[in-house]
């Protein structure tokens, strides 16, 4: 029997510990014993690119930011999706997080923090966000598990109602904010709303046919 093997940890800013586990090739990111992320898991955080690209429109060429960066693959699919003129934010608060990607499964997704589109930003995406005014088209947010977190308290504030206008005011109009989620929140749902979006709300299996049923939202600022 292959072992498990613990090839990295890492302290979350007012969180816990990260641990980064590989067996056979294949990696995992937990917290307290519970996966937040694998390699051989990443069919809803493709589809919530898929998703907010298509509710986009004709845009080829938006300016983008995902939060956080995770193994990859939401970043990976996005630059799939854009143009070659696109610029593509990547808000990442926990420096292991870029080092693994660099250094042990960048190659599951095809090494996006390589492409020349591709702009890193260590540290919170909130004050990402709220550090500037109508510049995205695309802000894609999965982090910490959705709004009902797990990993560090002040990601609640993202979500939050404040949070949530600070996101509007980033966002040019006929943008869209996706948002990635491990379960349905009703009250989430209805923030949105309330905060002037027009929403729609997916359910995507974990690896696209099989697999846990994950939300996401779709918030168009009109």
């Not at 979350?12 to 992320?37: A, K, N, Q, T, Y």
């Not at 003129?85 to 042990?104: G, H, K, M, T, Y």
């Not at 492409?115 to 919170?124: A, I």
Request: with cysteine; glycine share 12%.
């Amino acid at each position: 029997m292959i072992p498990n093997e613990l090839v990295g940890t890492a302290k979350v800013p007012g969180g816990g510990e990260l641990r980064c586990w590989r067996h056979d090739g294949d990696f995992s990111i937990r917290i307290d014993g519970i996966e937040l992320m694998s390699n051989r898991v990443h069919g809803s955080e493709e589809a919530m690119a898929e998703l907010a690209i298509e509710r986009l429109g004709s845009r080829r060429n938006p300016r983008v930011l995902v939060g956080g960066l995770g193994m990859g693959f939401t970043l990976a699919r996005t630059l799939q999706l854009v143009g070659e003129e696109s610029i593509v934010d990547v808000a990442e608060v926990v420096p292991e997080i870029v080092q693994w990607n660099r250094e042990l499964f960048g190659h599951c997704a095809g090494h996006p923090l390589k492409d020349p589109r591709t702009r890193l930003h260590m540290g919170d995406v909130n004050s990402r966000i709220a550090a500037v005014n109508g510049l995205y088209d695309v802000m894609l947010l999965d982090v910490d598990n959705g709004p009902d977190g797990l990993v560090r308290g002040d990601n609640d504030r993202i979500y939050s109602r404040r949070g949530l206008d600070r996101a509007w005011t980033a966002m040019r109009p006929g943008s869209v904010l996706a948002v990635w989620s491990s379960r349905s929140d009703d009250r989430f749902a209805d923030r949105l709303t309330r905060g002037g979006f027009t929403v729609t709300e997916h359910r995507v299996r974990a690896r696209r046919t099989k697999g846990p049923v994950r939300t996401i939202w779709i918030a168009w600022r009109r």
